[in-house]
């Protein structure tokens, strides 16, 4: 299973590799107070973030428990996986 840290890991290299695809600048050293807009990250590109965060942890957290428009901030997007993830493993046991 993996963990919290292993989760925003992932999101930030994700959120990174996006970035780079669209040539805008990265931020090897994200917090997860950053806000999304400011990094770069547009509708399309956070869009295509969460489908490829969803194809590598197996969840989508805006299925049903997050509403996307509320995420504002790098840490937000994180917990939100994390957090689906967690309640996943919490069911599955």
């Given at each position: 299973m993996l963990i919290a840290a292993d989760i925003t890991a992932l999101v930030h290299q994700e959120i990174n590799a996006l970035l780079a695809e669209a040539e805008r600048p990265t931020h090897p050293t994200l917090t997860g107070s950053e806000f999304?807009?400011?990094l770069g990250l547009n509708s399309l590109l956070l869009a295509r973030l969460v489908i490829q965060l969803e194809m590598e942890l197996g969840v989508d957290p805006f299925?049903?428990?997050y509403v996307i428009s509320d995420v504002r901030?790098?840490?937000t997007l994180s917990?939100?996986?994390?957090?689906?993830?967690?309640?996943?493993a919490?069911?599955?046991v």
């Open positions: 999304l807009h400011e299925e049903e428990e901030t790098v840490g917990d939100a996986y994390v957090r689906t993830v967690e309640q996943l919490a069911t599955a």
